[in-house]
């Protein structure tokens, strides 16, 4: 496993307890410390709502990582001086505009899957 690999899975790590703080529902709530029950989504704007909130995760993940992708090749760039790092450096580029579609394609999924979804039920009437 690469340097950068053990310290993307170090950084993931310390950075993961974080995301829970902002999640809805989890945690105690009224007087008795218990927990509500997991809300299943039943209708078509509860399922597209559960979507439109995984895609925009995905997306936002996808551009940071690819951000930071970025940063680290330009660096790995600066500090080359021309030998095998260059490669590295356009591996680097090349994944991270990878990631870049990734997030684009993920926010174009979730449309696509809404409209068609909204089409089916307007078919249905």
Do not use: C, H
Not at 7 to 16: G, P, T, Y
Not at 85 to 97: E, G
Not at 108 to 125: C, I, K
């Amino acid at each position: 496993m690469s340097q950068l690999s053990k310290n993307l899975f170090r950084l993931s790590l310390f950075f993961l307890p974080l995301l829970t703080f902002g999640a809805e529902g989890f945690g105690p709530t009224g007087s008795g410390g218990t927990t509500p029950d997991p809300v299943v989504p039943t209708t078509l704007p509860e399922v597209v709502g559960v979507l439109e909130r995984i895609t925009a995760w995905m997306y936002t993940i996808f551009l940071l990582v690819a951000v930071i992708m970025i940063i680290y090749a330009a660096f790995l760039y600066v500090t080359s001086g021309g030998g095998d790092q260059v490669n590295q450096a356009n591996k680097v580029i090349i994944y991270s505009v990878i990631a870049i579609a990734v997030a684009f394609m993920a926010k174009g999924v979730s449309f696509l899957v809404e409209n068609l979804l909204e089409a089916g039920v307007m078919a249905s009437y």
